[in-house]
């Protein structure tokens, strides 16, 4: 039988047969004598036998219980992030046969978790060349369409030309940038400074950045929440987020439009929303808004490389926040973020 491979076990069962053994020969040698009052002492000698059958069950299980508690302890500790845990399985039979295979279990989450952290690494080092390698030309080429622009002032279709050529640069240096961003959130190596700040700063701060593209749209871009409104964060990335949402915004409204930030504290949670009342998100559309590159068919955004909300969503999420969007198709769509304020719990 297996469950007799483990020593204590066998120990166990080897201490009971014994105790029946010992007192079923003094039971029967007390039977065949003829000592006074011999039935009861047989007796006495079963209820004694009963006792220490049960007292060697409870310092076995006892024992077991330990090694039990012990176990769920250091399963306890790996999960609270102590990677380095293992449970002692010096011992055979099943229970530590189980034990053996949690341990090989959390050497391959270990492994699993260093090759991620490498991959991750890796790409973000990536990514991080390919970009720098990529401005020396970008800003070469930027300054070659200056120049032709300044020398083809009088030939309308190369001035036209050269404008497009510049779009598409700037375009290619946002997915640069942002690509950039993105992996270093996912790679986890950017250390947040945070810091209260007035939210009611960061909405104005954003504002003046799109006041210039709202008024050249005949768009309109409102405040709308508390002054006195605090939150703990790491400001540029804070303003980095919302302005996605809120140039996603712009690139879905039409002339007379507005695009609202609004923010309000909730019980112990604040609550910062980016909405417009635009064309709205398709349904069909609708569950992939926060893929990285998606790019609807009905969209009417030429300059998206679908980066905007995926980036918005990491920045939430490394303040340990959430995202959430609710849309009415031709009737707008909101974003709002949610971000816990531990000192109010």
């Known amino acids: ?8 076990v066998k120990l166990l069962f080897g201490s009971i047969l014994s105790c ?8 029967a040698l007390l039977s065949g004598s003829e000592v006074r009052n011999a039935a009861v002492y047989t007796m006495l000698c079963f209820l004694l036998m009963d006792a220490v059958i049960l007292a060697l069950c409870y310092g ?6 330990k090694i039990m508690e012990n176990a769920v ?11 380095d845990v293992t449970i002692e399985c010096n011992d055979e039979g099943e229970l530590y046969r189980l034990f053996h295979e949690v341990n090989s279990l959390v050497a391959i989450l270990n ?3 260093e090759n991620e952290k490498s991959a991750k690494k890796f790409l973000k080092n990536t990514i991080s060349d390919i970009s720098h390698q990529l401005k020396t030309p970008l800003a070469a080429l930027d300054i070659y369409i200056g120049l032709i622009q300044d020398e083809a002032k009088n030939l309308p279709v190369i001035q036209e030309f ?8 700037d375009r290619i240096e946002g997915l640069v940038q942002n690509l950039l961003k993105i992996t270093k959130l996912d790679a986890g190596t950017i250390v947040l400074e945070k810091s209260p700040e007035n939210v009611s700063e960061i909405a104005e701060s954003v504002k ?3 006041l210039f593209r709202a008024g050249r749209e005949g768009k309109e871009i409102c405040l709308s929440g508390s002054g006195e409104t605090t939150f703990l964060c790491d400001r540029g990335w804070i303003i980095e987020a919302i302005s996605n949402l809120v140039k996603n915004a712009f690139d879905h409204t039409e002339k007379g439009d507005v695009v609202r ?10 609550q910062i929303t980016v909405k417009d009342n635009g064309s709205g998100i398709s349904p069909e559309d609708f569950h992939h808004i926060f893929k990285r590159f998606y790019r609807s068919r009905y969209s009417k955004d030429t300059q998206g490389i679908g980066l905007g909300l995926p980036l918005a969503k990491a920045i939430v999420e490394a303040h340990n926040g959430t995202i959430e969007a609710d849309s009415i198709l031709g009737g707008g769509t909101s974003f709002t973020m949610n971000f816990l304020i531990p000192t109010k719990l």
């Open 20 to 27: 029946v053994f010992a007192f079923t020969l003094i039971a």
């Open 208 to 210: 003046r950045h799109f």
């Open 111 to 113: 492994a699993h978790a």
């Open 73 to 83: 302890s250091q399963i306890t500790e790996y999960i609270s992030g102590n990677k």
């Open 162 to 169: 050269s404008l497009l050529s510049e779009r598409e640069l």
């Open 1 to 8: 039988m297996k469950i007799l491979v483990n020593r204590k």
């Open 60 to 65: 076995y299980f006892r024992q077991q219980h």
């Open 261 to 270: 930030i609004e923010w309000w504290v909730s019980a112990s949670v604040l």
